[in-house]
């Protein structure tokens, strides 16, 4: 069964740093493409960031770029999202999500979630 499990979320200052961690099971993570998306209180969820298969990332948050970094490790089944200078506009609950291509609008598989809370 394919499944994918996020940590890493918690309470951080602004301008502090978080890094989440997506653990992916029940699939070969090297034939698919991860994205990170995120829900803000009262907001719909959005695209984040994605790495594809061959290691391309795609930033789809102008607001994100040169502060949040996409990686994978296949070797570990792990992809990871680096943040830093987080703004309280980066509240949100974090999901990452699979599918055999980055897609912005849709990907096949969801983790649950992790909430990412920047306050002072």
């Known amino acids: 069964q394919l499944q994918l499990v996020e940590s890493g979320g918690g309470l951080v200052q602004p301008g502090g740093s978080l890094r989440l961690s997506c653990a992916v099971s029940?699939?070969?993570?090297?034939?698919?493409?991860i994205g990170w998306f995120r829900q803000a209180p009262g907001k719909e969820r959005a695209g984040v960031s994605c790495i594809g298969t061959n290691g391309r990332r795609s930033d789809w948050v102008d607001s994100v770029k040169g502060r949040f970094t996409i990686s994978r490790d296949n070797a570990k089944n792990m992809v990871y999202l680096q943040m830093n200078s987080l703004k309280s506009d980066d509240t949100a609950v974090y999901y990452c999500?699979?599918?055999?291509?980055?897609?912005?609008?849709?990907?096949?598989?969801w983790g649950k979630g992790t909430l990412v809370t920047v306050s002072s």
């Open positions: 029940g699939f070969t993570l090297d034939s698919y493409a």
């Open positions: 999500a699979a599918r055999r291509w980055c897609n912005r609008y849709g990907m096949d598989y």
